[in-house]
Every structure is written in C-alpha cells, then in structure tokens.
C-alpha cells in the first residue's frame, strides 16, 4: 500500500499492510485501502458497547433455548424440540457464546499498547457477526418448524405466549445484527454481491431442507443420528456462508489469539509485582516434564486438532450429563449408548465448527 497525504501536503508514513496477500482486483484494493485507515483512525465508541450486546444476546438466546427444551412451561408447546432443528438449535448457542467470548476477550484482554490493532478489530467484528448469524440461523429453524407444526402451538395460550417470545428473540437479533453492520461499514468492510447472492442461494436451500426433511427419518436409531448431523451441518455451514457474505474473508497475518493471550499476560507479569512469587510457582509448575510435554501435545501451534478434539470431549460429556438431568437415567448399558452418542455427535459438530472457523476468526495457526 502507498503511504498518505496530508492534508498540508506533507508526505506521512506509509502504512505497513496488515494483510498476508495483496488485493488481485480493483475493488479489493480499495477495500482494503479503506479498511486499514478507517481501523487507524480508530472505532467509534459504541465499539465495545455493541460487542457487549453480542455476548449479551448470545447468553439470552443461551437461556431461551433451554428453557424451551426443559421448561414445562413451554417444553409440550416447543415445535423445534425434535431434529434436525434442536441440533441446529444445541450447536447455535454454542457457536454463538464462543464467538461472542472471542471478541469480548479480545475487546477487554489488557495490552502494553492499549489499543487493538487494525486486525485484531477485523477479527472482532468476525466474531460478533458469527455469534450473531449463528442466533439468526437457529431462529429461523425454529420458525421453519413452527410453521411445519402449526397445532402445537397455535391452539393453547401458552403456545402463543411461546410464539411470541420467539418473535422478541428475532427482534433481539435484528437490532444486534443491524449494529453490526454499523461496526462492518464504519470499518470499510464491503461484501461483493456475487457472496451475498450465495449467501442467500444457501439460505433458501437450507430452508428448504428444513421444510420437507421426513420425520419419519428420524424414527430408527441410524436415522436419528443422521438427522441431529445433518441439523449439526445446516447450522455451520450457513453461518459460514452468511458470516462470510456480510465480513469478507481477508487473509490477515497477525498474532493469533494463543499469541494476544500470551503477550497479554507477559504484560501483566511485569506490572503485579505483588503476584510475582505466586506466578513464578505456577510456571514452575507448568514447565515439569509431563506438564509441559502434555501442553505441548495440546499446543494448536504444533498439533492443530488435539486441543479440540478434547474440548469437544468434555463438552459432549456435558451435554449429555445436562440433557439426562432432567429425565429417568436408563439402564447402564442404554446410558453408555446415549452418552457415546452426545459425545460423538458434539465432537464431529466441534471438529467441524473448528475447521471452517479457525483462520477466519484468528483462533490458532499451525506452521509457527
């Protein structure tokens, strides 16, 4: 990129580009242009506010989803219980909270510079889109099944009472996904109409599929797993599709956020002076043999995929201990198939979700 003018004319310092490629067109380069000065210039001040709403809104679609699930309430009048729409809806909050926390983090984590860069607030709005477009896309699974079961909702008061937090939900979303958008344009970030239209091809299609999916599939036990996978596929694949539409996929070359979490904490180090012995006994600690050989087994810098097939582990066992609170534990040989089954499904849906948004939201990078 070449350097800028002053207004007095004066010749001042080019700016260091903060992207890995140069721009092979005419529209990528002023967009990329505008993009670098406009994140020079700064954020505007609602910048951490609206990222707040982000993580906000993900907790409250969070809270909703298992109230609808186990709320008795609600539980008998819930349309979307069933897969593919409750995988949809199980990955949704998950994909939303974690990229919501991403940029939260991002947004707050303490820095010697004590501002983001211009990359690091590309990746913000990343993760605010993806939360959000993650809420959107489970919500409009659920209307979709709604729509599909009219009676269970439309007969009783507290169907319509269900009906109508449903639609306060998706008001939710559109306000936070429109101060998104403020945040992309203010950024200079601009779509190309070719990945909107995709965008929106796959969206009719994953309607589609939703709308005249068989239940009966669903009824035998091979069938049953196949639809909570293909639900687990929609949900990510459409907020890829819809998260790359709205915040182009620019390839940045930056710290990761192993490595802003790393020179944060080096910062910090150095300023609690009161904590030092304490820290210097925990890195001691971490640095014995098996400790450090099991970190480095776990380093994403080394090995990309052991870290999340672990959490993905953990996570199933859950989620599966949160689904079976609620009802009569089996028998244990049925409790080993139920369990074995949560967490393999949440563990190919972590590997997924992982793959396609790992470089695109800066979460690790191998090859260092």
């Known amino acids: 990129m070449t350097g800028s003018v002053s207004p007095s004319g004066l010749q001042m310092r080019p700016r260091a580009p903060i992207f890995k490629h ?11 242009e505008a993009v670098q000065l406009r994140c020079e210039l700064g954020m505007p ?27 008795p309430l609600f539980s008998d009048v819930n349309a979307f219980a069933e897969d593919p729409y409750d995988a949809i809806g199980s990955f949704g909050f998950q994909l939303a909270l974690f990229a919501a926390l991403l940029s939260v ?3 707050f984590l303490p820095r010697g510079s004590g501002e983001l860069s211009a990359s690091q607030k590309l990746l913000v709005i990343r993760g605010c889109t993806v939360s959000v477009q993650a809420v959107a896309v489970t919500l409009a699974a659920e209307m979709v099944a709604m729509f599909r079961s009219p009676s269970l909702w439309m007969d009783s008061p507290r169907g319509r009472l269900f009906a109508l937090l449903v639609a306060v939900m998706t008001w939710l979303a559109a306000f936070v996904a429109w ?30 599929i939703l709308a005249i999916y068989p239940s009966a599939w669903r009824e035998t036990v091979t069938g049953a797993i196949l639809t909570a ?31 802003e979490l790393g020179a944060s904490y080096r910062w910090l180090r150095t300023r609690l002076h009161a904590l030092y012995g304490t820290l210097g006994a925990v890195e001691k600690f971490l640095s014995t043999s098996l400790l ?22 953990i996570v199933g066992i859950i989620l599966a201990l949160v689904e079976l609170g609620g009802e009569s534990i089996p028998g244990e040989g ?20 992982y793959g396609l948004f790992t470089r695109y939201l800066g979460i690790f990078r191998t090859g260092k």
């Open 22 to 32: 140069a721009p092979v067109n005419t529209y990528a380069a002023g967009m990329l």
């Open 45 to 71: 001040k609602s910048f951490k506010p609206t990222v707040l709403s982000v993580l906000a809104l993900s907790a409250v679609f969070t809270f909703f989803f298992f109230l609808s699930k186990h709320n």
């Open 105 to 107: 983090i991002r947004v």
């Open 179 to 208: 101060r998104i958008d403020r945040l992309a344009y203010n950024a200079g970030l601009k779509s190309e109409a070719s990945a909107r239209r995709m965008a929106l091809v796959n969206s009719l299609a994953g309607i589609a």
């Open 229 to 259: 996978l293909l639900g687990m596929a929609l949900l990510f694949l459409l907020t890829w599709s819809l998260a790359a539409a709205l915040s182009p996929r620019i390839d940045i070359h930056d710290e990761d956020f192993l490595d």
């Open 292 to 313: 450090r050989s099991f970190l480095k087994f776990l380093n994403p810098h080394r090995h990309k995929w052991n870290l999340a097939v672990l959490v993905a582990l």
């Open 334 to 353: 049925a409790l080993s198939i139920i369990v074995a089954t949560y967490v393999g499904i949440e563990t190919v849906g972590v590997l997924v979700g």
